[in-house]
């Protein structure tokens, strides 16, 4: 099979264009915000033995995704791979791994996708190449931090979309609408949401994408929880990716497959804009990893077993929360995820969100990322993927600090909701 990004196809055209050679670089005098929830999750993860803050389902094991091969085939795909060369892969990523994931959209190329580190490669990458300082960007918001902190970095205006507690986390396609302007060069969205568990629907995606074209904006979607979908819940919409012209689709092995070590993301957007991307990238990563990159083709393969044991997973760790909840009723509460993996959990103690965190962590050796991180207080992030034994037990020593704390003397009270940003 030959491969497009040695033919004369647009992207090769677009590689070769003298315009690539004025593209503006920042990251020598990028200033950056601190990237706080990183900055927490790392100073816990390696310690912490009961982590239920965790994004992404629980992790897989080489063995595990080798087990869906039957047992012949297992063993000669094992020994491809230690005869692997770990020299350089294909830049781009291989042509085999860009076709399988081509294949997930409609109407895409190889040529159209980017393999990346992660789906915060692909993201850093398009906001470097689509921003000029001075842009106007509209962001979700909450938000991992890096869909509005990177834009804001490049020197760009960011207006916040902001999911209210008041409104069950919903989005607000009217507040969408008067916050973007003539001047609106990218709109960011994420679903489904981290960290609320929010979903747009298929049509308001149609919505979005008939404002961006308005205004001559694009849209950067990241959907690193596609195929998470919530047993007996909501279907997701389709990738925006589907709906061409304006928009691009970000996606990761990471979150629904449980491979985030494999460091596995891409774009899936306009060649041109591909392949200006991968440009950039060679100043960054260079490539994906080979025995990586191996390894994704192979989980590609097999999507439909990983999703029916992510959704397995997912199934034990509601019912577990749900009961939870019920139980500690007086002192928390939540709105389950329509999708996706995460939720807030909002408690009534008289207490910081990130002193909460430490101290859970610290004492009980359990993480609940703090809501400040994402610019909410009294709100702790939970995810339901863990593996389900460690997550029920993270869930009983939760309810072990709470009944402490009270017992201490520390007092209820009402949540002040979004902190200022």
Known sequence: MQDPLREA???????????????RCIFPSMKIETFAL??????????????IAESGIFPMSVRELLAFEPSEESGRILERLLDLRLGYSEAPGTLELRSAIAA???????EEVLVTT?????????????????????AVYPAYQQLYSVPRAIGCAVALWKLRPETGFRFDL??????????TRLIVINTPHNPTGAML??????????????VGARILSDEAYRWLEIP???????????LGGVSISVGTLSKPFGLPGLRIGWIAGPADLVAKCWATRDYVSLSPGKLNDALAVLAFKHRDRIVERMQAIVRRNLETAHAWFAE?????SWTPPRGGLLALLRYELDMPSLDLANHLAEKYGVMLAPGSAFGIENHLRIGIGQEPETFAEGLRRTSACLADLRASGTPLRASPGFLSS
């Open 232 to 242: 007996g819940g909501e279907p997701l919409a389709p990738p925006m990716r589907n």
């Open 328 to 332: 500690h009723a007086d002192v928390v």
């Open 118 to 138: 992660g789906a915060i490669e692909a993201n850093f990458l398009l906001f470097n190449v689509l921003l000029e300082p001075g842009d106007h960007v509209v």
């Open 9 to 23: 196809s647009p992207l090769r055209k677009a590689l070769e264009s003298p315009s690539l050679t004025r593209t």
């Open 174 to 183: 009217d507040e969408l609408e008067r916050l973007v302007t003539p001047r």
């Open 201 to 214: 629907s298929a049509e308001d995606l149609r919505r979005i994408d008939r404002l961006a074209c308005s």
């Open 38 to 51: 990183e900055r927490w999750m790392t100073a816990w993860e390696m310690k912490t033995p009961f982590d």
């Open 104 to 110: 997930t959209y409609r109407d895409t190329k190889p």
